[in-house]
């Protein structure tokens, strides 16, 4: 499995499998086969309900799911790329839409807003190299697709400069997404750039890629530059983050008037992910079939002074010979906050 995403509205699963049996990483020729799926807790058993083979998926962070849609970005060449949409309003039938929508820079990642009746909104971040690049400090841009609730192929709206951020070299970005009061938000975290120390926390509207009107940036310390895997607690109203290149896990929250929080995993950060039902960040490692784990982190406080307590003993006991390369976590999109 080389991608997984679950689908809020549906109660689903979307699982990309590699048929190929090469690397975890697939390549422009490496075949992929979609599962959609469904998960019986009282049973604690899987049922398929399709599988279709689709597009190359490039990585699991550029890949969404919207109103009866998935899209993603998919190999056309070994250097050539499209965002893919997958028509899944009939479950047991999906169909890939085509054609796809050629992209001329390949993103490194992907945010998703579904609309009300079908489709919605792909914005795909790149960040700008060379002559796009003034003494280090480059452009992330923001290509906007739109993807009807018909089905047809998705269409290009454009592309936006949204933040300074460091050459992809130096430094790298990471983003999300949530619902404020209903009203959905983009995310956008970038390194310190220039004479700056910390990293800004960036809320824009995903419709037109400006800052949402009231809002401030939040800055906040980093230990490290290469920021990634941004996940959120909608109920807390906080963002948590971290540091492929350190061993920190953040917690900014939304309202520039926050505390933010850190906690040491004590080795790399990886991926994360915010698992609701529990209030608990997810990080999981693994560097080796010796060195790998699924750190679990109880987050509590308030949603302008998060706290973590990391989950041990009985509390916290996953399968010991669980070795992670990806999670997916259930998040309903009707989730009641307490």
């Known amino acids: 499995m080389v991608a997984a995403k679950y689908d809020g509205a549906h109660d689903r699963w979307y699982l990309w499998i590699n048929k190929s049996g090469t690397s975890f990483d697939p390549v422009s020729t490496t075949e992929i086969e979609l599962q959609i799926r469904t998960f019986d807790r009282t049973k604690n058993a899987w049922a398929t309900l399709s599988t279709l083979k689709v597009p190359t998926i490039v990585d699991?962070?550029?890949?969404?799911?919207?109103?009866?849609?998935?899209?993603?970005?998919?190999?056309?060449?070994?250097?050539?790329?499209?965002?893919?949409?997958?028509?899944?309003?009939?479950?047991?039938?999906?169909?890939?839409?085509?054609?796809?929508?050629?992209?001329?820079?390949?993103?490194?990642?992907?945010i998703g807003t579904p609309a009300p009746t079908g489709g919605g909104t792909v914005n795909m971040l790149s960040v700008?190299?060379?002559?796009?690049?003034?003494?280090?400090?480059?452009?992330?841009?923001?290509?906007?697709?739109?993807?009807?609730?018909?089905?047809?192929?998705?269409?290009?709206?454009?592309?936006?400069?949204?933040?300074?951020?460091?050459?992809?070299?130096?430094?790298?970005?990471?983003?999300?997404?949530?619902?404020?009061?209903?009203?959905?938000?983009?995310?956008?975290?970038v390194p310190p750039t220039g004479a700056a120390t910390k990293a800004t926390l960036i809320r824009l509207s995903p419709i037109s890629n400006d800052p949402v009107t009231g809002t401030t940036p939040v800055a906040f310390t980093v230990a490290k530059n290469t920021l990634r895997s941004l996940t959120v607690s909608e109920c807390l109203k906080t963002a948590f983050?971290?540091?492929?290149?350190?061993?920190?896990?953040?917690?900014?929250?939304?309202?520039?008037?926050?505390?933010?929080?850190?906690?040491?995993?004590?080795?790399?950060?990886?991926?994360?992910?915010?698992?609701?039902?529990?209030?608990?960040?997810?990080?999981?490692?693994?560097?080796?079939?010796?060195?790998?784990?699924?750190?679990?982190?109880?987050v509590t406080g308030t949603d302008k002074a998060p706290i973590f307590k990391k989950r041990v003993g009985t509390s916290w006991t996953p399968p010991a010979e669980l070795q992670p390369t990806l999670l997916a976590v259930k998040a309903p999109d009707d989730f009641p906050c307490p």
């Not at 993603?72 to 929508?101: H, M, N, R, W």
């Not at 698992?275 to 060195?291: D, G, I, K, M």
Request: glycine letters at 10%.
């Open 60 to 110: 699991e962070a550029t890949s969404t799911v919207l109103k009866d849609r998935l899209a993603y970005v998919s190999y056309t060449t070994a250097t050539t790329f499209e965002l893919t949409v997958i028509d899944t309003t009939t479950a047991t039938a999906p169909k890939v839409i085509s054609p796809g929508l050629a992209l001329a820079v390949p993103p490194i990642g992907v």
């Open 128 to 189: 700008t190299s060379g002559a796009g690049c003034v003494s280090g400090v480059c452009k992330v841009a923001f290509q906007r697709a739109t993807v009807p609730a018909a089905p047809n192929p998705a269409t290009s709206s454009g592309t936006k400069q949204v933040a300074d951020t460091l050459d992809i070299a130096a430094g790298q970005p990471a983003w999300g997404s949530f619902y404020n009061g209903g009203s959905p938000q983009d995310l956008l975290m």
């Open 241 to 298: 983050v971290t540091d492929l290149n350190g061993t920190q896990v953040y917690g900014v929250p939304l309202a520039f008037d926050g505390t933010p929080n850190v906690f040491g995993l004590g080795r790399s950060g990886q991926r994360l992910y915010f698992e609701p039902y529990t209030h608990t960040v997810l990080a999981p490692y693994r560097a080796s079939a010796a060195a790998f784990e699924i750190a679990a982190l109880e």
